[in-house]
Structures are given as C-alpha cells and as structure tokens.
C-alpha cells in the first residue's frame, strides 16, 4: 500500500483513506460560451496522460476532506510531492532530481 | 454476556455507548466562536468540561457533549455570527468503545493508519473496511469508534469476529 502526505493533516496516511480526482492544474476557460466545439472538447476530456511526473488531484476522502495536488511519477508509481491546492505547480524536473526524491 | 457488551478473555472489550449530542461545524475562522475552544490542527480535540471538540479537517469539527448539555450547546453555536454550518448528527452515528490490550490489533484488521502513533486524547476521521468512522484514543488501550448508524451492523459484525479471532489466539 503506498502511503501518501496529506498537507493538511502534515501525515503520511494509507492510501486507502485518499481518492485520486484526475489531472491537476486543468483551468476552466472563463468565457465557455466563446470556445469552438474543438476546444471545448479539449477542455473537458483530453489529458496529457504522460510516463513520467504527472501532476494530479486527491482527495483526502476518508480524513479531512480537502482536495490537494500531487507529483507522482508514473512508471514506479512514487509520489514525488503533495501540496495544498492553489499552490503553484513545482518543477517536475527539480522534484526529479531531488536526493531523496520524496521533497515535501 | 448481555447483548450491549461483550467481552472475551483475551484482549478487547466492545461496548455500545449511551447516545450523545453530536454537532458537525464548518467554520473558516475557529477564533470566532465564543465560548468554545476549538483547535486549530487536524487530529487535535480539545475538552470543555463534558464536551469535546474534534479538529477533522482544517473548517471541520466534531463537537460532542452529552444529551443534557444540548440546548447550552446549541445556544452557544447560535451566537456564531461569523458564516457557518452547524448541524445536529447526534442520531446520525453510533459509538463503540474499544477496549483491552489488544486493542489496537482489533482496530488493524479493518483500519489501514498506523493508529500506534496516535496520540492519547486526539482522533481522526479514517476508514474501517470501507465504511467511514472516526477514531479517538481515550487512554493508551481505548479507542472510540463512531461509525454511521447504516454501517453500524456491518461494522459491530467484523469487529466481534475479530474479537473471537484474537481470542483464540489468531
């Protein structure tokens, strides 16, 4: 079972208590009613996806309930960071290269 | 063995508890309520007296008090003038108390935290073998489980298992 920092609760918790919430970082336009049907598409379905760092939402459902982002890397399934949400995206590249690769 | 309590040699005892006034508020600035000390750090309960006030996420709280302390409790959240949400769950959930050496492997065949590491006196809102409950340690070998009254059964169920199971030495 992996274990994952909650930023609210400042504890590694089981995964069981989270739910993952799809990708992170995804703006909704501020006028929908000007996009093309292409765009909108894009907005509401195409993700990136990647084999690497993905930044995505969770959701600390069975604890304190707050929505936070995370960086986990996709191949070896590691989280390489969590943070609260609103915060800025970190550098994928950093956390990477991070010694202990687990940079709260 | 009535059918409240059950109690075995080895280990754990499970008792029902008498209900008790339950309110749920969300607030984003605890400061604003007078006469209530809320914490502030999510685990944290703080105890007024008879009643207690659970920190469950960073606007949450779980405030407990027993039934004859209602109507104070209530008219204390009343003068809240800040936005808020306080809602009365007192029949919404029931409690079991936990207790025995064995206590906290009773809690590890359904509870994935590590609740060794759970301080005396704070508590959590966690999961037991799918079902939502939130857990506070009284003392080193009692824990209070407070599960929804739907789940109760299925809950109350594994739980007296596992109690036989350590029972007889599983």
């Not at chain 1, 006028?31 to 959701?59: C, M, Q, T, Y």
Request: glycine share 6%.
């Amino acid at each position: 079972m992996l274990l994952i920092y909650c930023p609210y609760c400042e504890q590694d918790l089981p995964e069981l208590e989270f739910a993952y919430a799809g990708e992170a970082h995804i703006a909704r336009p501020a006028d929908p009613a000007a996009l093309s049907d292409e765009e909108w598409r894009d907005f509401l379905f195409i993700r990136s996806n990647p084999k690497g760092v993905h930044f995505e939402r969770w959701r600390h459902l069975n604890g304190c309930a707050r929505f936070f982002n995370a960086a986990r890397e996709t191949v070896g399934d590691k989280f390489l960071a969590t943070y609260k949400a609103g915060e800025p995206r970190p550098d994928a590249d950093a956390l990477l290269a991070s010694p202990t690769g687990d940079a709260k | 063995m009535n059918a409240m309590t059950s109690t075995l040699a080895a280990g754990v005892t499970i008792t029902e508890l008498a209900p008790t006034t339950r309110i749920a508020l969300r607030l984003a600035d605890p400061a604003t309520v007078p006469g209530l000390s809320l914490p502030t750090e999510v685990g944290a309960r703080s105890a007024d007296g008879s009643r207690t006030a659970l920190c469950l996420g960073p606007d949450e709280w779980l405030i407990e008090a027993p039934e004859a302390d209602r109507a104070a409790v209530l008219a204390t959240l009343a003068g809240i003038s800040a936005p808020h949400s306080a809602v009365e769950v007192s029949d919404r959930e029931i409690t079991y108390a936990l207790e025995g050496p064995a206590v906290l492997d009773l809690l590890a065949t359904g509870c994935p935290r590590d609740l060794a590491r759970m301080p005396v006196g704070s508590g959590a809102r966690t999961v037991f073998d799918t079902a939502q409950v939130v857990l506070t340690r009284e003392t080193d070998d009692r824990f209070h489980l407070t599960v929804w009254r739907s789940f109760a059964s299925h809950v109350r169920a594994l739980l007296d298992l596992a109690q036989r199971e350590l029972a007889a030495g599983l």
